[in-house]
């Protein structure tokens, strides 16, 4: 919206974007088999199966929001001021981890790992989120006059513009770093079955049976795995122009 108030040139604006964005993307979530020669796979020997037990599919929910106001002031003929501020918040997708792996990790039915140790170390961590995403704008447009002394002579007769300004502007987090954690422990369990625990190929290789007939090693500390954490200072990425 757009108002124009004497020497003002008004502008407001807000953006309310819904997403709802699911991301399939965890190898092995259906289960890999490995055969060291191709005699093996006739005979149906398997060297290994590869799993990975956890959330095949995340759902972030985000209400991303954005509000501006801008001045355009006209403080002279020849001297415009431009003055802006905005707002944005996206929340903190990263945070999905810490809800899955606390929903999961507290029943015993439904966790894979260690549940001796402490629901801290078995659960993804919560990341606080930011909510102080202002971004001013501040600008000026000057007109040498022919009244200005030596600079009217040296730029011009109303002929050269000088302008300066300066912005922040936020992007929300990139979603390839939700995705990193969300494919590590202790979002996930990926884990490699080997000799007297390996079972030939079943006639049913589908994902769900696989799943069941490989479940994870139990009692296995997340802690020992590779894992994909951020600062507890986690912000958005920002840029700073001028």
Known sequence: MSKQLGRHALKFGVQYIDDNIPLGFLPYGNGVYNF??????????????????????????????????????????????????????????????????????????????????????????KLPTPSLNFAPRIGVAYTPASHDGMFGKLLGQNETVIRAGFSIAYDPSFYNLLLNAATAAPVVFSYTLTGSSLQPMPANITGTNLQTLYAPPAGVDPRTLTQTLFSSNFKDPYSESY
């Open 36 to 125: 060291s020669s191709f005699q093996q796979y006739v005979n149906n020997t398997p060297a290994s199966f590869i799993g990975a037990a956890g959330v095949t599919t995340e759902k972030p929910h985000e209400l991303d929001q954005a509000y501006y106001i801008q001045d355009d002031f006209k403080f002279r003929p020849n001297l415009t001021f431009n003055l802006g501020l905005r707002y944005e918040f996206s929340g903190q997708p990263l945070n999905i981890l810490n809800q899955e792996t606390v929903a999961r990790e507290s029943n015993p039915a439904t966790a894979i790992w260690n549940t001796s140790l402490p629901l801290s170390a078995r659960t993804y961590p």
